[in-house]
């Protein structure tokens, strides 16, 4: 009897139990995921025999590689808050670059592991990807080098900056801002890597 007893006694106690656990974990606020670099540059000029060109690895700055969307006032730096990409921005920063380099007449990107040879190798390091405030203004800084694979000498180098004002300081704003000057830097290095790349 005093068995039966314990045993009902903790079986009304469990859920109660159980209720106040759960209620002790904070509820966590929705976060929006954004992407960019969906929407293919312009086209570039036909060329009428692409060049083939390996493409490096990409460097990104360390504090906006990841999935948080990275903010810029001054010396000081933030991240948006309940906003993130899909994706680390490195990762959606390379698909944009092969997405531009698929138009029609652009230069071949042979990537590691393909069984294709290639006179030249494109390096990319992004310098700055960050809103800007006051503004605030998506700013992408991106240094494209060339190299001759046959000799690892320099053929060409250059820094292209794209700067878009957000329409207003929301989030769907800043980020559709992102992608037009994702596509401003990208478009402008595959062109250039076309103008310059051995054939």
Known sequence: MILARKAAFVALLAPLTLGGCISLFPKTAPVQMYRFGDQAPPPSAPAAAPAMVFKGPTAFPPASQGDRILTA????????????????????FD????????????????????????????RLDV??????????????QVRAV????????LIAEKM?????PAADNR????????????????SGVRDWTAANAPR
Do not use: C, H, M
């Open 73 to 92: 006032t001054g010396a000081e730096s933030a991240y948006i808050g309940g906003a993130r990409w899909v994706a680390p921005a490195a990762t959606l």
């Open 95 to 122: 698909a944009a670059v092969l997405k531009a380099f698929d138009a029609p007449g652009s230069p071949r990107l042979v990537e590691r592991g393909e069984p294709l040879s290639a006179a030249s190798t494109l």
């Open 127 to 140: 310098r700055a990807f960050e809103a800007r405030y006051p503004g605030p203004v998506a700013t992408v």
């Open 146 to 153: 060339l190299i001759r694979n046959a000799d690892r000498a």
């Open 160 to 164: 292209f900056d794209a700067e878009v």
């Open 171 to 186: 989030q769907g704003a800043i980020v559709a801002a992102f992608d037009k000057a994702v596509g401003q830097a990208v």
